[in-house]
Nanobody, 121 residues
């Protein structure tokens, strides 16, 4: 299994920015799709962004142009830069890994972090 630990969440005013980090162990980026999901209370977990096995990036329509996913291979760390945050971005954010191409269905993913809370007011 891949161990994933998120950090960087917090409270911010609308229009502000946050950068989430996900430290990963025991994996090679080229073998995994790495992604970020979020889940608000009472709602289903939804995909936010992903980096596929070929290095291509994928974004949910709701975050395109505002969020950027990236990875630092040397540090085994995945990032999510979130700009122009909106109250509707308030959610628990999860880092995830999948031993295959990216999938928008959270049920297809193999490993998960514990989550980090983002609150936008």
């Amino acid at each position: 299994d891949v161990q994933l630990v998120e950090s960087g969440g917090g409270s911010v005013q609308a229009g502000g920015s946050l950068r989430l980090s996900c430290a990963a162990s025991k994996y090679r980026y080229t073998s995994y799709c790495m992604g970020w999901f979020r889940q608000a209370p009472g709602k289903e977990r939804e995909g936010v962004a992903g980096i596929d096995t070929d290095g291509s990036t994928i974004y949910a329509d709701s975050v395109k142009g505002r969020f950027t996913i990236s990875q630092d291979n040397a540090k085994n760390t995945l990032y999510l830069q979130m700009n122009s945050l909106k109250p509707e971005d308030t959610s628990m954010y999860y880092c995830a890994a999948r031993w295959s191409r990216c999938s928008s269905d959270w049920r297809d993913w193999d490993d998960w972090g514990q989550g980090t809370q983002v609150t936008v007011s």
